[in-house]
């Protein structure tokens, strides 16, 4: 589905060309081809794609588990790199990615495309410009439908993904630190496998992923976060919904509505925006146009040596993050970066 986005996505960017894509997959290639049309080279093995010298940048799309496989052979190259998230299932792997990426002569960016969602954009543009004052909590509300059938249910386990809290909520757990411009300091979670996938069984086993978990987050600037995550919940208006709020104020955006609230408190005023999407952009994937502006800067980087506005690093902060979160829910205490409490 994400390779499908990024192709889609791709069309739309000027000065942009995809030459080949790779895939283990038959049918995955299948759909590719539709996407792309019949221009692009097809390869099974990634290896193949990397070693095509007509090949400049690389956008790796590939299940959560093999991360680090690909990015073992794609840092072997000058290539540079878009990396979906998660960076990788593990902290531990994602810090062996930062030490490559450090050495890396090629661009690498890690894909956080809920950055570049138009309404959220905007909430995080109003919250650096000094709309709320002091930034002192951050709520961010993912109502959503199940995890969707992928290629061999990967996705099912947490083995293969890093977990929910790291395969779904990274993006959340990104825009925590963008939003509080500080790390965290101390991870609280609680959250549960109640609905989802019960009834399943791959080769005997079940399912182990959380479909729900309230996740809260002390950061070191004294800002608290909470995430607030369900997975059964298509009944929806908004899948998406943040707050942020200071000492002057409150912001509010909400997704897909498109739309972003600000409420100020002296003098009392509350004013609603719409934050429009082109249709094409919309059309093009699930993220709400921001695969498209996500493309551009990393073109931006690419291309002109615009600074990278995603770095691998951040991807290493968001694993920790959902990695503690999980670690979290299972030993029912709160995770202390630094120190265990």
Known sequence: MMGIEHLKNLALLPGAEVVAFADPHEASRRWARLAAGEGPTEYEDHRALLD?????????????????????DAFATGKHLLVEKPLC?????????VA??????????????????????????????????????????????????????????????????????????????????????RVYASGGR??????????????????????????ASGARALLDLCMFAEGSRNQEEIAATGDLGKLEC???????????RSPRQVERFEVPVDAKLLAAGFHHGSTFFQHER???????????????EDGLRAVELGAAAERSVKEARPIAFGRET
């Open 52 to 72: 095509d010298r007509r090949v400049d940048a690389v956008v790796i799309a590939t299940p959560n588990h093999t991360h680090r496989a690909v990015l073992e």
């Open 100 to 185: 490559r990426a450090a050495r890396h002569p090629g661009v690498v960016w890690t894909a956080m495309e809920y950055r570049y969602m138009p309404p959220v954009a905007r909430l995080l543009d109003e919250l650096r410009s000094g709309t709320l004052g002091r930034l002192h909590m951050l709520a961010i509300r993912e109502h959503r439908f199940p995890f969707l059938p992928k290629v061999g249910n990967w996705n099912r386990f947490a083995a293969n993904t890093g977990g929910t809290l790291v395969e779904k909520c990274c993006h959340f757990f990104d825009l925590m630190r963008l939003a509080t411009a500080s790390e965290a300091v």
């Open 89 to 97: 299932t593990t902290p531990a792997d994602a810090r062996w990615a």
């Open 194 to 219: 109640d609905v989802n996938h019960l009834d399943e069984r791959y080769d005997g086993r079940t399912p182990d992923i959380l479909d729900n978990a309230y996740v809260i987050v002390d950061f």
């Open 254 to 264: 909400f997704v897909p509505e498109s739309s972003l609230v600000i409420g100020r």
């Open 298 to 312: 990393f073109f931006a980087a690419v291309v002109h040596g615009a600074p990278v506005e995603v770095s691998a």
